[in-house]
């Protein structure tokens, strides 16, 4: 049977109902927008983006990478030396209520506790935290190196790290009024090292599935919903997206270990590799995230919209949508949205994704 695409399924049904009378929630669920926080000094020009640029393309979900750019009361010690105070905070609260925007704050946990040279916030006040401390950060920093390097992870087994992890979870969920909270978890290299004195010996994918699950047992105390990036949950090798997008250190089996209210980013930069029916066969709520490839990213739109079309009445609700992600701070993209880039005629480019995506998405009104 020749089965029309879905997308034009809908276009063709809108010919006769009208646009505005399909709700675009209930095609596209999530339209979300990932970017680092802004600094004080960037956030009066992100707020106005928030306004004329993404409320216009009717963006539903931001998640902001906050990390350690908040002044924390919990843990002081913590903070950016420049951080955005409770009051730069609810102003971005206020404008994502403005705009019915579920504002999303995100802390790297697990993993991605340093970054090339330089050890970041937790671990460098806290260096009984580190799972590794035997790999020592070098002067300058490359890849491959003979230590596997690439990213400091905390150890998940030390009996201190939850009390101070949780502490600044709370805290910045709080002040952001949030009723999600995004613990990135992506690119775990360092887990169940052999030298841990406590994770030696111990099964990598149950260390990862016992780490996600605390900190989604205590998120749904406070009834919040945790997301993830879902590339530790993928194999590697079976699918052959290797080791940056899925686990080569055995991980993967960490996808029939985890909570099924966990949220799952689904991201995919180069192909539109489709493991997000992977993760809604498992059980999961998934969001396909693109970041510049503005090619790759209309594909997986149209691939979402193909999953909810044609997937059982159980999975349909499970593919939730898609979100563009951003690897930059808000005043490198923004320049670059508007035409303030040092590559202006650069194709490949966050900013033209997000034109792309949502300029395609802005067809399903």
Not at 124 to 152: I, S
Not at 202 to 207: C, G, P, R, S
């Amino acid at each position: 049977m020749n089965r029309k695409c879905p997308y034009l399924l809908i276009m063709l049904l809108s010919a006769h109902v009208g646009f505005s009378q399909i709700p675009l929630d209930s095609i596209m669920p999530v339209r979300g927008f990932c970017i680092a926080a802004p600094t004080p000094a960037e956030l009066n020009p992100f707020l106005t983006f928030i306004e004329k640029e993404l409320a216009l393309r009717q963006v539903n979900t931001l998640v902001l990478r906050v990390d350690y750019n908040y002044q924390f009361d919990s843990h002081p010690e913590l903070r950016d030396s420049i951080a955005l105070s409770k009051a730069e905070v609810k102003k971005l609260v206020a404008v994502c209520k403005k705009y019915n925007i579920n504002l999303i704050p995100q802390i790297n946990l697990l993993g991605h506790q340093s970054w090339a040279s330089k050890t970041n916030n937790l671990l460098e006040k806290y260096p009984q935290f580190d799972e590794t401390p035997h790999v020592k950060m070098p002067e300058k920093y490359a890849w491959p190196n003979e230590d596997g390097l690439y990213c400091k992870s905390y150890c998940p087994n030390h009996p201190d790290v939850h009390k101070i992890v949780f502490a600044l979870m709370d805290e910045i969920c709080d002040a952001f009024e949030s009723k999600a909270f995004h613990a990135g978890m992506d690119e775990v290299f360092y887990i169940g090292d052999d030298k841990c004195p406590r994770c030696s010996g111990h099964d990598k994918a149950e260390l990862f599935a016992q780490e996600v699950n605390r900190i989604a047992d205590h998120l749904r105390d406070k009834n919040r919903k945790l997301w993830i990036w879902g590339d530790r949950m993928i194999d590697g090798k079976t699918t052959g997206l290797g080791m940056w997008e899925a686990s080569m250190n055995n991980t993967h089996r960490s996808i029939d270990m985890i909570s099924k209210d966990v949220v799952v980013c689904d991201w995919h930069y180069e192909r539109p590799d489709k493991t997000a029916v992977l993760f809604a066969a498992k059980g999961f709520n998934v969001i396909t995230c693109p970041w510049r490839n503005p090619p790759v990213a209309v594909t997986q739109l149209h691939d979402m919209l193909d999953y909810r079309e044609s997937a059982t009445a159980q999975m349909k609700p499970r593919f939730q949508g898609v979100m563009q992600t951003v690897w930059s701070d808000t005043k490198s993209f923004i320049d670059g949205f508007y035409g303030k880039s040092k590559n202006p005629g650069e194709v490949n480019t966050a900013w033209n994704c997000f034109r792309d995506l949502f300029g395609e998405i802005s067809k399903l009104k």
